[in-house]
């Protein structure tokens, strides 16, 4: 045996083998061992992520028409406010001439309803103050009556017990009788315009009338009626101030849609695209300018273990290789990413996944950046 041993030992092939065998353990123990530069290694400390613009969809909201401006080109850098897109408005223009005249002619027809409301109360209350004198010189006027009545109705009734003896003559018994009729058609008289007068009153009012004589703050029928008539008027006037209302709010979104067929940029940025040319008919709502903000971030895919070390609202600094300088980022969000991105093992006794998170950081202003450069950011 040790024969054979000594002659392996011998065997150039063999000694050729053992060398290798012991030259590849020796680097395999230096690469446990060493400081690891391997792509997987450089993978897991550094987090890599593409500068991405924000780009804004501009459109023509709730206008349409044919396009007769174009200010702006592809590439072009544009401000926040400036002109980019124009559509006619000759047909705003029209109906925004004919709501005015209609909103003029309502106008003038509740200024003259107001003005007859306001003509219906003062004569309403003159009326009223008026009717109350009117009373007042009717009572006075019965309680005259009624004496008189009363007077003429002793003198008949003292003529008639003379008549009976033939103390007086038949003519003068027949004119103590006519003065009396008289009288009391003239006390009934006075007593009917005076309680058609006073419909309406209480019982308190006319017992108020009868002993102060004096009708004022008396309730009466015709004057309610009166006010109910004006309460009307109020309410077509109300009615017409509706249709006002309604008009001018018409009128305020036409004029809103004039100012919409003029397209301005909402924010500074760069145009990508332009959707129509001049002359192009332009549907409301469709898209008109593609614009790439000035708003930049990037996304970096991390583990669940390095993404507990991040909070949203925090601030990172990553590395641009392409100008060799560093930018402060803020971290709008942290979460799971798609299921693509997750890292899937296989144990022994089951199978194991690691979820990625995605993280995104709006990166400050920084001369020179642009959409599409490497961030690197170190996790320590």
Same mark, same amino acid.
């Given at each position: 045996?040790?024969?054979?041993?000594?002659?392996?030992?011998?065997?150039?092939?063999?000694?050729?083998?053992?060398?290798?065998?012991?030259?590849?353990? =020796?680097?395999?123990?230096?690469?446990? =061992?060493?400081?690891? /530069?391997?792509?997987?290694?450089?993978?897991?400390?550094?987090?890599?992520?593409?500068?991405? +613009? %924000?780009?804004?969809?501009?459109?023509?909201?709730?206008?349409?028409?044919?396009?007769?401006?174009?200010? $702006?080109?592809?590439?072009?850098?544009?401000?926040?406010?400036?002109?980019? =897109?124009?559509?006619?408005?000759? @047909?705003?223009?029209?109906?925004?001439?004919?709501?005015?005249?209609?909103?003029?002619?309502? %106008?003038?027809?509740?200024?003259?309803?107001?003005?007859?409301?306001? /003509?219906?109360?003062?004569?309403?209350?003159?009326?009223?103050?008026?009717?109350?004198? *009117?009373?007042?010189?009717?009572?006075?006027?019965?309680?005259?009556?009624?004496? +008189?009545?009363?007077?003429?109705?002793?003198?008949?009734?003292?003529? #008639?017990?003379?008549?009976?003896?033939?103390?007086?003559?038949?003519?003068?018994?027949?004119? +103590?009788?006519? /003065?009396?009729?008289?009288? *009391?058609?003239?006390?009934?008289?006075?007593?009917?315009?005076?309680?058609?007068?006073?419909?309406?009153?209480?019982?308190?009012?006319?017992?108020?009338?009868?002993?102060?004589?004096?009708?004022?703050?008396?309730?009466?029928?015709?004057?309610?009626? !009166?006010?109910?008539?004006?309460?009307?008027?109020? /309410?077509?006037?109300?009615?017409?101030?509706?249709?006002?209302?309604?008009?001018?709010?018409?009128?305020?979104?036409?004029?809103?849609?004039?100012?919409?067929?003029?397209?301005?940029?909402?924010?500074?940025? !760069?145009?990508?695209?332009?959707?129509?040319?001049?002359?192009?008919?332009?549907?409301?709502?469709?898209?008109?300018?593609?614009? #790439?903000?000035?708003?930049?971030?990037? @996304?970096?895919?991390?583990?669940?273990?390095?993404?507990?070390?991040?909070?949203?609202?925090?601030?990172?600094?990553?590395?641009?290789?392409?100008?060799?300088?560093?930018?402060?980022?803020?971290?709008?969000?942290?979460?799971?990413?798609?299921?693509?991105?997750?890292?899937?093992?296989?144990?022994?006794?089951?199978?194991? @996944?690691?979820?990625?998170?995605?993280?995104?950081?709006?990166?400050?202003? =920084?001369?020179?950046?642009?959409?599409?450069?490497? $961030?690197?950011?170190?996790?320590?």
């Amino acid at each position: 045996m040790s024969e054979k041993i000594n002659a392996l030992k011998h065997d150039p092939l063999f000694r050729t083998v053992m060398f290798f065998i012991v030259v590849l353990c =020796l680097a395999t123990l230096l690469i446990l =061992l060493g400081r690891r /530069n391997d792509a997987v290694t450089k993978a897991q400390i550094y987090h890599a992520g593409v500068i991405t +613009a %924000d780009t804004v969809n501009t459109a023509f909201e709730n206008v349409g028409g044919k396009l007769i401006v174009r200010k $702006v080109n592809e590439s072009d850098r544009v401000k926040a406010g400036d002109l980019l =897109l124009e559509v006619e408005s000759r @047909d705003l223009g029209f109906t925004i001439s004919n709501l005015e005249s209609q909103l003029r002619s309502l %106008d003038a027809q509740i200024r003259q309803q107001t003005l007859n409301i306001e /003509n219906a109360l003062n004569k309403l209350e003159t009326t009223q103050e008026q009717t109350w004198r *009117d009373i007042e010189e009717l009572d006075a006027n019965l309680i005259s009556a009624m004496a +008189a009545a009363e007077q003429a109705q002793a003198e008949y009734q003292r003529y #008639e017990a003379l008549k009976k003896t033939s103390s007086v003559s038949q003519s003068a018994y027949d004119s +103590a009788r006519r /003065n009396y009729l008289q009288a *009391d058609a003239s006390r009934i008289s006075l007593l009917r315009n005076l309680q058609k007068i006073t419909v309406g009153a209480t019982q308190e009012q006319i017992e108020k009338l009868k002993q102060q004589h004096s009708a004022q703050g008396m309730t009466l029928s015709a004057i309610l009626e !009166k006010r109910a008539d004006i309460e009307n008027e109020r /309410n077509a006037l109300l009615a017409l101030e509706s249709s006002r209302d309604a008009l001018s709010a018409q009128l305020s979104q036409q004029r809103l849609n004039k100012i919409r067929t003029k397209l301005f940029a909402p924010e500074d940025g !760069k145009v990508q695209q332009v959707m129509f040319e001049v002359g192009e008919l332009v549907q409301p709502g469709a898209t008109a300018i593609l614009l #790439e903000t000035d708003r930049y971030y990037y @996304d970096v895919y991390l583990s669940e273990y390095a993404a507990v070390k991040y909070q949203e609202g925090g601030t990172v600094e990553g590395y641009v290789p392409a100008l060799d300088k560093t930018v402060k980022g803020k971290i709008r969000f942290i979460e799971a990413a798609p299921s693509f991105a997750d890292l899937r093992m296989t144990r022994e006794q089951g199978q194991a @996944d690691l979820t990625s998170f995605k993280m995104r950081i709006y990166t400050d202003h =920084l001369d020179q950046l642009r959409p599409g450069m490497t $961030v690197e950011i170190k996790d320590e």
